[in-house]
């Protein structure tokens, strides 16, 4: 063999050697390249999932929105329509006999109005007859359910009926 030959081998060596260093670190990148696209893809579905329950948690929301808004509108519509009934009530009750001048003196009602408080008084200094207390009886226990929510704030009370009505003298 000739020395171009040798040379020749011994630069196809060298050239071979780099090649398979260089194909070396290429094959490295490629792996590192792969298990970043996979971590890439693993990160895009879980961005996707949190996207889907996102969406789901802004459905939940406008839902509930729209409950509150219509609940809302409801106890307004209750609101505005017992104003109005309050104000047909002030506008029927009778109105107070207008005085003739605002700077003369009121000597008869003062004088209508002690004489009133005088009968009050008299009747109340008369001795009333000693009752005896009345028996105590145990209640029984009743537990009472906490308010909800969802307790209507405008809806009128059940009238009680007042045990003393009956009793005046």
Known sequence: MSIVAISMNLLLVGLLAAALIMGH????????????HEGFAKAVADLDLAAAR?????????A?????????????????ALTAKLDRHIQSSPQPAPRARRDEPVEE???RVTHRLGALLSGAREPRPERAPPPR???PL???????LDDDLF???AERPNPRAGTRR
């Open 64 to 80: 509930a929105t729209d409950e509150a808004h219509d609940a809302l509108a409801d106890r307004i519509e209750k609101a505005r």
């Open 25 to 36: 670190h290429l094959n490295r990148r490629l792996k590192a390249l792969r298990d970043s």
């Open 155 to 157: 809806e009128q009370p």
């Open 54 to 62: 996102a969406e789901q948690g802004l459905a939940d929301l406008r």
């Open 142 to 148: 009743v537990r009472l359910k906490p308010a909800s």
């Open 137 to 139: 009886r145990e209640a």
């Open 109 to 111: 009602d003062v004088e």
